[in-house]
């Protein structure tokens, strides 16, 4: 067959493309590779856990929240990103009570609690009633200060039951000496009402719970930056 100078250059281009388009499926761009790890997560030597809540922030109250798992040396998105609301006057590295900012660090996520059961976190889970709160500022006893506690008991402080932000929320390990002014009650929850929060992370409740569903029994650990 007769092999015109026309029908050799598209033959030539034809094998440049398929060769072209081969390179392309076998590399992985930097692009392509961010979107796939947790750099955020790596990049900070103080999260070692098997598990981790990476929290981005966007804007001065809101972030990104990405599922991340150990896998090899690297931390892979599992999941994400989902919606976050953060405190209403923001983060801080330098948290103090009262001042509705999110502490910026890196914390172990601790047990669960709500006004309803436990929709799958794999770790100790307490349904909250009228009767618990969490004591903070404004503690009568100085020993339970950001801790779980009882007003039948004589504590005082932030009541749990809150059956819209606190159906579902775990405690974010934060403050855990329990320093005097350093700033307490700290979770992960679901959105309020007005999507604000006083320096807690929230989310959706649906995004919440597969949160959790993710995390089950393993030690987790939670990004803040």
């Known amino acids: 067959m007769h092999t015109t100078p026309a029908r050799i250059l598209a033959m030539v281009i034809t094998a440049v493309l398929f060769a072209a388009g081969l390179t392309v499926i076998g590399q992985t ?20 856990a098997a598990k981790a809540i990476e929290v981005k922030q966007r804007s001065t ?46 914390f172990w996520m601790r047990d669960g609690f709500g006004t309803s059961a436990n929709p799958g976190l794999g770790k100790p889970w307490t349904k909250v009633t009228r009767d618990h709160v969490w004591v903070d500022g404004d503690a009568t006893k100085a020993e339970g200060y950001n801790t779980m506690q009882r007003k039948s008991e004589g504590y005082k402080g932030e009541s ?19 320093t005097p002014g350093k700033g307490s009650a700290i979770f992960l929850h679901a959105n309020t009402e007005s999507m604000k929060t006083a320096g807690c992370v929230s989310m959706y409740e649906s995004s919440l719970v597969k949160a959790m569903k993710w995390e089950g029994s393993t030690k987790t650990q939670i990004l803040i930056h």
């Open 29 to 48: 761009g930097p692009a392509e590779a961010a979107a796939k790890y947790c750099t955020g997560v790596e990049s900070n030597s103080s999260v070692t």
């Open 61 to 106: 109250i809101t972030a990104d929240i990405y599922l991340c798992k150990k896998s090899g040396d690297r931390y892979a998105r599992d999941s994400g990103p989902f919606k976050a609301r953060l405190g209403y006057n923001g983060t801080t590295s330098s948290k103090r009570e009262g001042d509705g900012k999110t502490p910026k660090g890196v």
């Open 160 to 178: 749990l039951y809150q059956p819209k932000p606190y159906k579902y929320a775990q405690v974010i390990g934060y403050n855990e000496a329990r």
